[in-house]
Nanobody, 115 residues
Framework: QVQLVESGGGLVQAGGSLRLSCAAS????????MGWYRQASGKERELVAT???????RYADSVKDRFTISRDIPKDTVYLQMNSLKPEDTAVYYC?????????WGRGTQVTVSA
């Protein structure tokens, strides 16, 4: 089980920016993929962005051109840069790691975007 700790959430006005961080207990280069998911109140958890071991990225249509996922391998950390935030981006954001078919989750960090 990979231990994941998210940070960087908070309250921001619409149009603002936040950067989330996810620190992993494993060498992230060994992981098959890492990603960010979010869950808004009363809704199902949804994929926001992923980055696979080779570095390719994928985004949900709702965040394309606004969010960027990146990683710092020496620091075993994955980031989610969120720009042009909208009230509908309000959710708990979770970090996910996939290793050999096993999925690990962080505890989440709250992002609240005010209108």
């Amino acid at each position: 089980q990979v231990q994941l700790v998210e940070s960087g959430g908070g309250l921001v006005q619409a149009g603002g920016s936040l950067r989330l961080s996810c620190a992993a207990s494993e060498n992230i280069f060994r992981l098959n993929a890492m990603g960010w998911y979010r869950q808004a109140s009363g809704k199902e958890r949804e994929l926001v962005a992923t980055i696979i071991s080779g570095g390719s990225t994928r985004y949900a249509d709702s965040v394309k051109d606004r969010f960027t996922i990146s990683r710092d391998i020496p620091k075993d950390t994955v980031y989610l840069q969120m720009n042009s935030l909208k009230p509908e981006d309000t959710a708990v954001y979770y970090c996910n790691a996939l290793l050999n078919g096993r999925s690990s989750w962080g505890r989440g960090t709250q992002v609240t975007v005010s209108a």
